[in-house]
């Protein structure tokens, strides 16, 4: 018996071994060949790409946008057309269509992905651009599996939801009537001169920036690990947790604090009859300040 367990773990060993070296063959194989091609990433995308702008003539009022890998942005124009400028792999192009109101765009999927354009994908993301005109709109949703989210521009949707799995997520210069919604796993959300009735935020590995960002409703912000900052936002109430991270910032507005951390220090200003702002890290600081 103690021989066959010996034969058995020198398989396994030997086993182990090989699968090592063909690993570090693989990487010297991608190593050489990024070097032979300029140490450049794009040189080795073995993607066929293609772009094209379409102009989109059908009346809608929402928006929907689902991606795999590709990058998405919403931004207002001045001119009066709407358009799509997709960047994208021509074997998985992003659909556009217009259905019962709502312009619809989606990333054709892939199956079996030979490895190598794997790697091409690093150097050359998809992206989809949707230009609109100023004019109310309804519900905006996003959302991409690998990729950056970024609305920017004096839109005003009644709601927003945006979610990424490994991506940023990037709002600026925006009115939102409704809800806006900001959910990534690994990617770090920034939002900046927007209002809204409420804004709630979800991350796992997130770092979360708010600037000039005002509700008439509240603030509703959690975080698994990454930082919390506030400079010069309000809300009417205000709820912000993280496990690993700090909670720092200035307010507009005085409130009712209730601020816990388990290791680090808790500067806030003193109660006043504003409404009820909870914070609490495990590991972190929390320093808030009150604007002029």
């Given at each position: 018996m103690d021989h066959i367990r010996r034969k058995q773990m020198k398989k396994a060993i030997i086993a182990i071994i090989i699968a090592i070296l063909l690993i570090a063959a693989g990487g010297v194989i991608c190593g050489v060949t990024f070097v032979g091609m300029g140490s450049s990433f794009e040189a080795m995308n073995f993607t066929e790409m293609e772009?094209?702008?379409?102009?989109?003539?059908?009346?809608?009022?929402?928006?929907?946008?689902?991606a795999d890998t590709g990058n998405v942005t919403i931004k207002r124009v001045k001119d009066p057309d709407c358009t799509v400028e997709r960047y994208q792999d021509k074997k998985a192009p992003f659909e556009v269509s217009v259905k019962n109101?709502?312009?619809?765009?989606?990333?054709?999927?892939r199956d079996n992905i030979p490895w190598y354009e794997r790697i091409g994908l690093l150097a050359d993301m998809p992206k989809v651009v949707i230009s609109l005109p100023s004019k109310d709109y309804g519900i905006?949703?996003?959302?991409?599996?690998?990729?950056?989210?970024?609305?920017?521009?004096?839109?005003?949707?009644?709601?927003?939801?945006?979610?990424?799995d490994t991506g940023e997520i990037h709002i600026f210069r925006m009115e939102c009537k409704g809800e806006l919604f900001a959910d990534t796993d690994t990617g770090n959300i920034e939002i900046e001169d927007v209002t809204c009735s409420k804004l709630r935020i979800r991350g796992e590995t997130t770092n979360?920036?708010?600037?000039?960002?005002i509700t008439t409703g509240d603030f509703d912000i959690v975080t698994n690990t990454g930082n919390i900052r506030f400079e010069e936002c309000d809300a009417e109430s205000i709820t912000a947790k993280t496990d690993t991270g700090s909670i720092t910032g200035i307010l507009l507005s005085g409130k009712r604090f209730e601020a816990k951390t388990d290791t680090g220090s808790v500067v806030v200003p003193k109660d006043t009859d504003g409404g009820l702002c909870?914070?609490?890290?495990?590991?972190?600081?929390?320093?808030?300040?009150?604007?002029?």
């Amino acid at each position: 018996m103690d021989h066959i367990r010996r034969k058995q773990m020198k398989k396994a060993i030997i086993a182990i071994i090989i699968a090592i070296l063909l690993i570090a063959a693989g990487g010297v194989i991608c190593g050489v060949t990024f070097v032979g091609m300029g140490s450049s990433f794009e040189a080795m995308n073995f993607t066929e790409m293609e772009t094209d702008t379409m102009k989109v003539t059908e009346a809608f009022t929402d928006i929907e946008v689902t991606a795999d890998t590709g990058n998405v942005t919403i931004k207002r124009v001045k001119d009066p057309d709407c358009t799509v400028e997709r960047y994208q792999d021509k074997k998985a192009p992003f659909e556009v269509s217009v259905k019962n109101g709502t312009l619809v765009i989606s990333q054709k999927e892939r199956d079996n992905i030979p490895w190598y354009e794997r790697i091409g994908l690093l150097a050359d993301m998809p992206k989809v651009v949707i230009s609109l005109p100023s004019k109310d709109y309804g519900i905006f949703t996003a959302a991409t599996d690998t990729g950056k989210i970024s609305v920017e521009g004096k839109l005003s949707p009644e709601s927003m939801s945006l979610t990424s799995d490994t991506g940023e997520i990037h709002i600026f210069r925006m009115e939102c009537k409704g809800e806006l919604f900001a959910d990534t796993d690994t990617g770090n959300i920034e939002i900046e001169d927007v209002t809204c009735s409420k804004l709630r935020i979800r991350g796992e590995t997130t770092n979360i920036r708010l600037e000039n960002v005002i509700t008439t409703g509240d603030f509703d912000i959690v975080t698994n690990t990454g930082n919390i900052r506030f400079e010069e936002c309000d809300a009417e109430s205000i709820t912000a947790k993280t496990d690993t991270g700090s909670i720092t910032g200035i307010l507009l507005s005085g409130k009712r604090f209730e601020a816990k951390t388990d290791t680090g220090s808790v500067v806030v200003p003193k109660d006043t009859d504003g409404g009820l702002c909870r914070l609490n890290t495990d590991t972190g600081d929390i320093r808030i300040s009150i604007g002029d």
